[in-house]
């Protein structure tokens, strides 16, 4: 079951920078929401960090990689790794 959300409180941009830490600790314990204005006009909110949607990762291009990484390994049988060629290389 959702919980119901509270409305959202308007907070002057004066008043935030005056009750910081009061505002960020009503956000942290009671899940608190402020609309920040500026001059009567809404430029900000602050939310709770678990209201914050995840950012979807793409793990697609990493996976391929790691295919291609399987393709041209197969059939290799060099006792010496890339460390070691990288070190004769530089000599």
Known sequence: M??????????GIR???ARASDV????????ARYLVTQRGKPVAVIIP????LPEKQD??????LMEIR?????????KRNSIDILSEMRR
């Open 15 to 17: 008043e935030l920078k």
């Open 70 to 78: 399987k393709k041209l390994g197969k059939g290799k049988k060099n």
């Open 59 to 64: 793990d697609a291009p990493w996976e391929r």
């Open 2 to 11: 959702k919980q119901k959300q509270k409305k959202m409180e308007e907070i």
């Open 49 to 52: 960090m678990e209201a914050v």
């Open 24 to 31: 960020v600790r009503a956000v942290k314990e009671q899940r």
